[in-house]
């Protein structure tokens, strides 16, 4: 397996190959001390969290359901075949990537719709015409990339719709986009509860985000608190230069279901106070999960697709639960 991670600020190209990486005591001391400032697990400080789970909107997680179906249950448009002009599509201008937008409703019947991506979290709505609006915003600082307005991104589009694919011109736009997969494969997964709070997949852990003024749909947007996961209890450990979240789900219970690129698989509290970790030894993971409405958590391996049990607050490996690993 290799992973080529690109940085902005130093512009060399570095090949992660797990397999082949060694780590001394003492490189694994070094790093130890050098994260002694690293980023620290903050649970979430609200009430009557124990009861949460995935919001009642229509798609309020990644491919919409826990199954990962993508399947809507809404009826299509029922209007004639015709070619739809510019007049008619609602294109709100944002930073690239973004999962999806995640509904949920408010007490007093206001739809709002989560956006996670690199450099921001938006709230929006549907307007008078039927139209997005952003409602606001909450702006992030990307680690290896600047952030992009609305107005960067027409241009920077324009510019590669101009260029011709393969010449000399179009590999020099796309290049500038080397490695933003990877910071995009991070802010990808996400999900909004039931509590209206929205849980975004980040470079070392899963971040909470809500309302300033709890159940406005107007307020501003918060960070609520982050759980960073314990590098020691990933599969590879400190062989692994920096954990990257490939996929993200939740149990029935409202426990977050979070898979490591390495073959980790971590079951995280609602308020993001603490965790517990299944390692598949050997094990590569390269998608997402699906859970099932047992608790069953089908993870698929480069080797084979694994299912593990949720029980009482754990996994469970045990064939008479269901489980084949």
Not at 73 to 85: I, N
Not at 130 to 142: A, C, D, F, Y
Not at 287 to 313: F, Q
Request: charged share 25%; net charge negative.
């Amino acid at each position: 397996m290799d992973v080529t991670i690109r940085s902005r600020t130093d512009n060399v190209k570095r090949n992660w190959r797990p397999t082949e990486m060694k780590i001394t005591t003492l490189g694994a001391l070094a790093m130890l001390v050098a994260c002694l400032g690293c980023a620290r697990t903050e649970p979430i400080q609200l009430p009557g969290l124990e009861d949460t789970r995935l919001s009642d909107g229509t798609c309020p997680t990644i491919h919409c359901n826990t199954s990962q179906t993508d399947a809507l249950p809404l009826k299509g448009p029922e209007a004639p075949s015709q070619v739809l002009g510019g007049d008619v599509i609602d294109h709100l201008w944002s930073s690239p990537i973004a999962g999806g937008i995640l509904d949920y409703t408010y007490a007093d019947g206001t739809t709002v719709f989560w956006v996670s991506q690199v450099d921001r979290i938006m709230k929006l709505r549907l307007d008078e015409q039927n139209r997005l609006q952003k409602i606001t915003e909450l702006p992030i600082e990307p680690k290896d990339f600047p952030r992009f307005s609305p107005e960067d991104m027409q241009r920077i589009v324009a510019k590669l719709d101009a260029a011709t694919l393969g010449t000399e011109e179009y590999d020099e736009l796309a290049d500038e986009w080397n490695g933003y997969q990877i910071e995009g494969l991070r802010a990808y997964y996400a999900m909004v509860s039931n509590k209206g709070i929205l849980y975004v997949s980040n470079r070392n852990g899963v971040v909470a985000y809500g309302d300033a003024e709890r159940g406005k749909s107007g307020s501003e947007i918060v960070k609520l608190g982050q759980y960073v996961f314990k590098k020691l209890k990933l599969q590879l450990g400190l062989k692994m230069p920096l954990p990257i979240m490939i996929g993200m789900n939740v149990t029935p219970d409202g426990h977050i279901i979070a898979v490591t690129i390495d073959g980790t698989v971590v079951g995280i509290k609602p308020d993001l106070s603490d965790a517990v970790y299944y390692n598949l030894p050997g094990e590569q993971i390269w998608n997402s999960i699906a859970i099932d409405e047992r608790g069953g958590v089908y993870v698929p391996g480069t080797r084979r697709l694994h299912k593990v049990i949720w029980k009482n607050g754990g996994f469970s490996d045990d064939p008479k639960d269901g489980a084949w690993v």
